[in-house]
């Protein structure tokens, strides 16, 4: 029974010490709005290995170098501006999670909502074509429906 339980102990030890792994990035900013800079732009830009979470969010190795270049570019003096153009230019508007609406984001922007507006169209069709075709029940059938009703 005793050898049960510190075998118990060591696979807990084992299965929660996965966490202790993860990576700290530590940065040291001269100013506190470029560490407010820092922290608006990694959640401002997407990881590209990811692509549903921010830089911030992210511990993919493209992630940690965009973080990198993005602490490096605020040293050297760039603004948020400069640095989102920078990312841009580089990795493209899927970088930004709000890309700039133009002719190659049209569809990223409004498609969800002509798809909306396509499918309202399809079932509200759907349900006037529905509502219009009555069953068509011909005399003979009703007089046959009635008399068995009569019957009982």
Not at 48 to 70: G, T, Y
Not at 124 to 131: A, G, I, L, V
Request: aromatic residues 12%.
């Amino acid at each position: 029974m005793n050898t049960l339980k510190i075998l118990f102990m060591l696979m807990s030890v084992l299965i929660f010490s996965t966490q202790l792994q993860a990576k700290v990035e530590s940065r040291n900013f001269a100013t506190p709005q470029m560490e407010a800079d820092y922290n608006t732009l990694i959640v401002e830009l997407r990881c590209l290995v990811c692509q549903n979470q921010s830089l911030s969010d992210s511990n993919a190795e493209l992630a940690q170098d965009m973080r990198a270049k993005v602490f490096k570019m605020l040293n050297e003096g760039k603004s948020k501006a400069e640095i989102a153009d920078f990312m841009v230019a580089r990795y493209g508007d899927f970088v930004l999670y709000r890309p700039p609406v133009k002719s190659s984001t049209f569809l990223l922007w409004f498609g969800p909502l002509i798809f909306f507006v396509i499918a309202a169209f399809i079932v509200f069709s759907f349900m006037r074509r529905q509502s219009s075709e009555k069953p068509v029940v011909e005399v003979q059938e009703q007089k046959k429906a009635h008399s068995l009703l009569d019957d009982e």
